[in-house]
């Protein structure tokens, strides 16, 4: 039996991350092999919400890099003529001569984010970050309390207001990471272990070795998400990729009754804060399938699976608050997952100096859906010798010092 | 150290939670009885309804003198203050809480208001749920589970239906079609896809002749209980068709008709053998599964579909013993002996003093010889091989979220599921009400993937409300509602 192949790029992960890496780099031309210990989606991906959020990105390149990642998943969900450019719509049927995109397929929900401020001061802070956005390129529209309830007719009363995001978007992410996947037309291998990184004697990279055998190629993409530390450590460099825990409760299905996805204006706080005790602020969305899911908690407890009873009752209490009938819905489960998370917040995409040939596109914490389209344009475009649209210092994987390495 | 007398949370008043109960109160612990029905007894003895006036419950049973010793052990438990028994308490998670525990449940068949008891000990006894593998037509009107029949039959003394088709594999459909019959319903069939038969004869194989004839010379009872069964058969003229399968059920708004195939060796219908039954009933059943909900969501390591106890029924989380149907598939009389050995074991510990395994040397007994015999009967009630395949991709094999067995077949062959979250992820299947426990050993059956047990650690839906209120105080310690002996 043999076990050598050769193609032109292996991915070592098959979450979202991974499947959108497969989708451009295919279009860019390449031949990939998607590569998973798991099944797809076995990870993070399968532990999400799939938020496509601009929302709750301080202006920055997080921010650059999800408004990039929105376009490009318009451009992938939405049925269109080849030189159609309007924005996405929704409907049931495709129209005469339209491509289907996959918006069906992986549940595209366009529907915007809400975010809301409790007090007067929060709400100033809100709007002084939606100044900021909105010189960034994201759409905000400022929201007065009696605004709210139209926007958003259950929701608790005596809030003193929110904004707006319209670019906030939903994908359901097994769906998606499925269907790019399929899409991709690349060889996905699942149930595989990577167990080392080849290297030549001139140290460049020169493919994987798996359980079943080495896989040769001149470039390898580090898409291992919380487990990208151990795939940069199986090349021999550092990343300093950690978990940071996250409960989902998801209530029984239920008419439309949250339009958006609505938050807490605490929440960009909490999502830029360096703190491993636990934090909860509410976040709380309708789906297509009709259960509300409620986020969001954050704990940095390693990969702790085991089940929290107090974090749950937390994140129940914030929901409740922001949506009193919720009182009365049941939670049908709870899960967790694990962000994979970088100590800046910041996720790596991008060659790396320290082993030519190895790309990383990990670390994205929770915002890894939604960030998926954009990392894999870029990384198709450095596989390919372009520049990126995108300047990529800011995401260097080697930007940590050695000693931060775990 | 306090001279506070140490409760035990016992969550099941089946067999192995009554007789752990039991145990632990003449040992000077406290017990706190949780149980989600209206009286004690469980599935097994499931008792009528009060109210219903049954003049002769026991005629619905066998081994009616075991439950009046557990029905009286207990009134004397409860009357003396060592047992408080809280029945209609749906029980949705068990906490761990500094050392101690905190059993959460939803009072009453509403399941809004929440209670909870503190305790120093658990045992989980939850007993088993049911194992149905879809087929066309599973979902009409008039088919019903085999254990859902028996309950009706128990609790309600009421028939399901008038012309019966008891169908699938397992043991239970013995009593299920005589109790049946002997109610007053017409068995049109008890078609079963195994061959039990084989039990006996395999045990004269050479090579099995030493495990199997142990396994079985050491039951003469449960020979016996079969040679009972299968003069009741008999008596009631019920058609036994030995390596069948309903193949699909047949009506237009209910069930009118049946039709049952021949299995071959690979478990396919045999061309040509198909024959239709007139019937407006079909229970059917493949077998029950362990409910391991509680005991994952402590942590507990499971042992495949069971939890995974010691000796003693310990599991391997401090403080917790595991007893019955929720460590592995072994009926009550398994489920009376492992429930008396963790009773023993935890009253013992929670007093701190090292329990003497001879003071059980009985029980234990029993539990290696049922174990065995369960082993072997399960090998002989084997899965038809291939089974799934004969699913069409029109049926629905996940009936909350009305999941095809096509759009699982797709998941696996073009999507990449390769394990049975995924596949949930990717159909949804076995995220509607019933969280899988409906589903999962169908789903996984046609995915052609392991059934690995779903990790529920809210295992009942519970109203956020409940989640975001702080806990109520301690129920354990409030005057027993009592029960009627």
Known sequence: M???SS??????????????CALYAVRAGLDVVVVDRGPVAGGTTGAGEGNLLVSDKEPGPELELALLSCRLWRGITEDRRPDDHRPPTRGNGLGPGLTPGLGRAVEYEPKGGLVVASTPGALTALTELAVGQRAAGVETVAVDANQLRELEPYLAPGLAGGVLYPQDAQVMPTLAAAHLLRASGARVETGRTVTGVLRGPDGAVRGVRTDRGDLLAPSVVNAAGTWGAEVAALAGVSLPVLPRRGFVVVTEPLPRRVRHKVYSADYVADVASDSATLQTSPVVEGTAAGPVLIGASRERVGFDRSFSLPVVRALAAGATRLFPFLEHVRAMRAYVGFRPYLPDHLPAIGPDPRAPGLFHACGHEGAGIGLATGTGHLIAQTLTGRTPDLDLTPFRPDRFAEEAAP | MTERRQVLAVIGAGPAGLAAALAAAARGVRVVLVDSAAEPGGQFYRQPAPGLGARRPQALHHQWRTWERLRDGLATHLAAGRVSCLSDHHVWCVERDSGRFAVHALLGPEQREPASVRADGVVLATGGYEKVWPFPGWTLPGVITAGGAQAMLKGGLTLPGRTVVVAGTGPLLLPVATGLAAAGARVAALVESADPTTLVRRSAHPRNAVRGARALAAHPGKLAEAGGYAAQLLWHRIPVLRRRAVVEAHGRDRLESVTVAVLGPDGRPVPGTAQRLDCDTLAVGHGLLPHTDLADGLGCRL??????????????????????????IGGAALSLAEGHIAGRSAAARLNGTAPDPRSWAPAARSRTRLRAFFAELDRAYAAPVRWAENVPDATVVCRCEEVTAGAVREAVGSLGAGDLRTVKLLTRAGMGWCQGRMCEPGVAGVAGCDLTPGRRPLARPVPLGVLAAPPPPDAGTSPCPGTSP
């Open chain 1, 2 to 4: 043999t076990n050598q």
């Open chain 1, 7 to 20: 193609c032109d790029v292996v991915v070592v992960g098959a979450g979202m991350i991974g499947a959108a």
């Open chain 2, 303 to 328: 042992d495949g579909a069971g939890v995974h106890v010691d000796d003693e029924q310990r599991t391997d989380v401090p403080g917790v013993w595991a007893a019955g149907e929720a460590t592995g």
